[in-house]
């Protein structure tokens, strides 16, 4: 079945470090999403990129950076910059031109 | 610029009982207008999707959201409650670029569905 892997599931994290967080999709999606999701605060976009090797900044993307030289993944690095990094990151993608939302089960992020 | 507002954080309801959840955009154009729901530690799952075509627009799991324009709502509801309706749900508008999935979400509000 086609879908979205996020991976880890749980990621711990000490301060003053980089972590990545995997996103790969089969659904053959041209666009893919990065958001964040806090408690009490819904869903808000980091990343973004419609096409192989091009990306936009979301609402949010201080302290983060991402990379899409593949169609089928985009990872997101959280990096020493955010400053607070603690929260539930999800994954998402859409066929070209189209806005429903197929989101992956999400990656949770705890920095001790 | 696009808005979503969720009135109530958390609703309660019984089993079996009417349920109502509240959601208000502001919009500049025409939007599309979403609910998703989400289960606990998981992403999220579109429910239903309104696009202009009807007012009234039926999702899975028995839900159905209308599309009210004079007092820019589109609130979800399903008339009888069931406990695997448990979960936090998500309204949500795109932004004026309409076809992409830049969405602007709602705070969420979490359904709690006693027996």
């Known amino acids: 079945d086609g879908g979205i892997t996020q991976s880890p599931k749980y990621l711990f994290r000490k301060e003053g470090q980089n972590v990545t967080l995997s996103c790969e999709q089969n659904?053959?999606?041209?666009?893919m999403y990065w958001y964040r999701q806090d408690p009490g605060q819904g869903l808000r976009l980091i990343y973004y990129?419609?096409?192989?090797?091009?990306?936009q900044k979301g609402d949010i993307a201080e302290g983060y950076s991402v990379s899409r030289e593949k169609k089928e993944s985009f990872p997101l690095t959280v990096t020493s910059a955010q400053k607070n990094p603690t929260a539930f990151y999800l994954c998402?993608?859409?066929?070209?031109?189209?806005?429903?939302?197929?989101f992956g089960a999400g990656s949770r992020l705890t920095v001790l | 610029a696009q808005s979503v507002t969720q009135l109530g954080s958390h609703v309660s309801v019984s089993e079996g009982a009417l349920v109502l959840l509240r959601c208000n955009y502001s919009?500049?154009?025409?939007?599309?207008l979403f609910w998703y729901v989400q289960y606990p530690n998981q992403g999220l799952q579109l429910l239903l999707k309104?696009?202009?075509?009807?007012?009234l627009v039926k999702g899975i799991n028995g839900f159905e959201a209308e599309f009210k324009k004079s007092e820019t709502s589109f609130h979800l509801t399903k008339p009888s409650a069931h406990m695997s309706d448990a979960a936090e749900y998500f309204c949500?508008?795109?932004?004026?670029?309409?076809?992409?999935?830049?969405?602007?979400f709602g705070q969420g509000t979490t359904l709690q569905v006693k027996p």
């Open positions: 998402a993608s859409t066929e070209a031109g189209a806005n429903v939302l197929t």
């Open positions: 659904l053959n999606h041209d666009a």
């Open positions: 990129s419609q096409i192989v090797n091009d990306f």
């Open positions: 919009s500049s154009v025409p939007p599309y």
């Open positions: 309104y696009t202009s075509a009807a007012t």
């Open positions: 949500a508008v795109t932004r004026s670029s309409g076809n992409t999935g830049k969405l602007i």
